[in-house]
């Protein structure tokens, strides 16, 4: 029996002192180690096999709470398991308590495209792995060819169309043997709430940047802009997501969606949802009022969806556990559960050739604010997400 754990974890803008991130925002000195103290009590908190994170603006800050985590982990280990002298050492629960340190090339960042200046920067992504990686992980966001996205006119003709030429941060695609199986990992970090607005030529900033002179159709226009940005992203994910599971290959796809479970990102991203029954809906084809498809295309069409469909992880402990919310993002002073963790039906407990399944559903999340409330200041140095981890069992043999 093979046991693993995997988790997302939007660290929120991590980067070196006295660097300026995004415009007049850097850590001095003592925020920076505050920070990095912080970012390593939760890996070791969590101590997680694969981990996928969100928001890492450079490497050498990275390393730095592995490194910081590792030596806390082993501390830890010093103090509270006992060694081999003691004849209880073998107990389960001490393995249980053991921290297991990451060893070097378990990780891999892939940087963003866009990043910019000092002032201007913009966020990675990385993979930390126990197991190391099958292969060199895939970095995909300049697109090989455009993604155009047609319009139909209704009632006929041509509307226009979106083009999406690179995403606003990179997909990870990495291959990982665990036990006897190797699975593909998916890192994401989808395009942000914040709208998108032009500035003129020559202007210091857009028109909508301006809260004095609020504008509200252009702002609606700026979140319109963000969500065709963040579903062309999702779409972009699911033709990768769709490729691995024909090649037959188990499929996890982890990150901060910025979007919860049931918003239109998240759904593409999944894939579609199967009808009850294809049977009584009428054909593509039909010729009479009554053509329907048969039963036994019903039984195939209802297959050939779910074999590429995902499986959210926390709606299957919450089913499981009869939990009744996930909360792991505050924005503008609403809790949701934009971080996610997928899963192909290689680990669906309903599936009779599933090659394993999950156990439990952690969150970590009792830090969540992002300053709407006056009892809740921002802290910008804890992440203002929750970490979300599944706890899996392989089948191996034995089932």
Known sequence: MTEFTIASFNVKNLIGANSEYYRFEEYTEEEHAWKESWLADQ????????????????????????????????????????????RYHRKAIFRKLSYTPYEDGSLFFAPNVNDGEPGHRRPGL????????????????????????????????????????????????????????????????????????????????????DLTNYDPTGRALGSLRASLRRTAEALVLRRLIVDELKAGHPVMSLGDFNDSEHAVSSEIVMGEK???????????????????????????????????????????????????????????????????????????????NAVATMEYFSVLNDHLTDGSHPEAPYNKLASDHGQIIAHMRLYDEDR
């Open 43 to 86: 890996l070791v908190t969590m101590d997680t096999d694969i981990v996928c994170f969100q928001e890492i603006f450079d490497q050498p800050s990275l390393y730095a709470v592995i490194k910081a985590a590792n030596e806390s982990g082993e501390a830890l280990n010093d103090e509270v398991i006992p060694d081999r002298s003691k």
């Open 126 to 209: 990385a993979i930390l792995s126990r197991y190391g990686f099958e292969g060199t992980p895939e970095v995909i966001q300049k697109l090989s060819e455009p993604l155009v996205i047609e319009f139909p006119e209704l009632g006929g003709g041509h509307a226009g169309n979106f083009t999406l030429t690179k995403l606003s941060r990179p997909i990870i695609k990495a291959r990982i043997r665990v036990g006897g199986e190797v699975i593909t990992v998916f890192n994401t970090h989808f395009k942000s709430k914040l709208g998108e607005y032009l500035t003129p030529k020559g202007a210091p900033f857009s028109p909508e940047a």
């Open 274 to 352: 199967p009808f009850k029954n294809y049977s009584w809906m009428r054909r593509h084809d039909a010729q009479k009022k009554n053509d329907r498809y048969t039963r036994e295309e019903n039984e195939q069409i209802r297959g050939d969806i779910e074999a590429m469909q995902l499986v959210s992880a926390e709606k299957l402990f919450v089913r499981k556990s009869l939990r009744d919310m996930v909360y792991t993002s505050a924005f503008g002073g609403v809790y949701e559960s934009i971080d996610q963790i997928l899963m192909s039906r290689h680990f669906h407990p309903e599936n009779e």
